[in-house]
């Protein structure tokens, strides 16, 4: 791969095993010319395993027309909602929570995503969850 140039990176959030041409994955990569079949392809053989969730995506595109991509972790609040079993955060988070996370499930989620955060201290990733959590009105209860 290197000395390749690095045309543009394309970030995307796309359900895990079940990309399709359709927006916002087929607008997205051609505009840049790229095989747009060929990358869904391989995203949902490189994410069946993770079926269920919103994955991002970071897809880093070449000037000769070829692509290579990288999947990170499902975003904090998608954790949230899928550990609460919930629809949507609240519209208004302070008064109207939606649900309760015990500090348990709260570093649960924070030590999944840990790759993911610009830090390596789980204290630190435990107030980044919580943070997310409160502002989708999820109360964190000890």
Known sequence: ????????????????????????????LGQHGLPIMEFVKAFNERTADKQGNILPVVITVYEDRTFSFITKEPPVAEMVKKTLGLEKGSGRALKEPVGELTKEQVKAIAEAKMPDLNTKDI??????????????????TP
């Open 123 to 140: 204290e630190a990733a435990t107030k980044i969850v919580e943070g997310t959590a409160k502002s989708m009105g999820v109360k964190v």
């Open 1 to 28: 791969m290197a000395g390749k140039k690095v045309k543009t990176y394309i970030k995307l959030n796309i359900p895990a095993g079940s990309a399709t041409a359709a927006p916002p994955v087929g607008p997205a």
